[in-house]
């Protein structure tokens, strides 16, 4: 029977609940470990970023749950940043942001309904620290892009994640572009919130009053 058609009848029985998620699991593990060659398996197991899950499935709606979570609360974030923003020309690409991370909760939304998966991951503390600071309009502008700094200190910190996770897949071809192309995304943001921050503070050290010698 053709691999693709399996999955697709799997999930069918899975929606309509004819089958059991436990049942369901065991078989798209099942189907994971079948290679080319009749009767032939291969490792039942899947290691990614120092953890080792049974499948590759398993390991990519795991980490999608997770990435979708992140990028909730980074749409927000921005998103009640812009609504204070103060500074002239940073408000607009911090709408740009919050809509960047927005569509990339969208689309890993959709790529965990195509696995038969399901989003559980909420807010991490950190996250709804983050999310409350940037909101915040008694924090400047300035201190909250420093704030991002000393968390990202170089962009490519933001997405090494991702690329190292994408790098790992074997089967799962349309997780592994998808996080190719959301990383460019967050390599893009992260450096300009970085070039802003460095900036403003120079515009901000600029304008300071000379103190006489």
Known sequence: MNRDFEIRQLLRA?????MS???????????????????????PSFEAGGRVYRSEREAVLSFLD???????????????????C???????????????????????????HELGGELRATTTEQGKQMVEVLGNGAISDLEKLSALAAVIQEPQQAVAPLLAFATALNR????????????????????????????????QTAAMPHQPR
């Open 14 to 18: 899975f929606r309509s609940g004819l």
């Open 21 to 43: 998620e436990a049942a369901f699991e065991e078989e798209m593990t099942r189907l994971e470990h079948e290679s080319g060659e009749p009767g032939q398996l291969e490792s």
């Open 66 to 84: 997770e990435l979708h979570a992140t990028q909730m609360d980074s749409a927000i974030g921005f998103a009640k940043w812009a609504a204070v």
């Open 172 to 203: 799962d071809i349309e997780t592994k572009q998808a996080l190719r192309l959301l990383a460019e995304d967050e390599l893009s943001t992260a450096a300009w919130l970085r070039e802003c921050g460095t900036a403003l503070s120079a515009s």
């Open 86 to 112: 103060r500074t002239k020309g940073l408000r607009t690409g911090l709408v740009i942001a919050a809509e960047r991370e927005a569509y990339h909760a969208r689309i890993i939304q959709r790529r965990v």
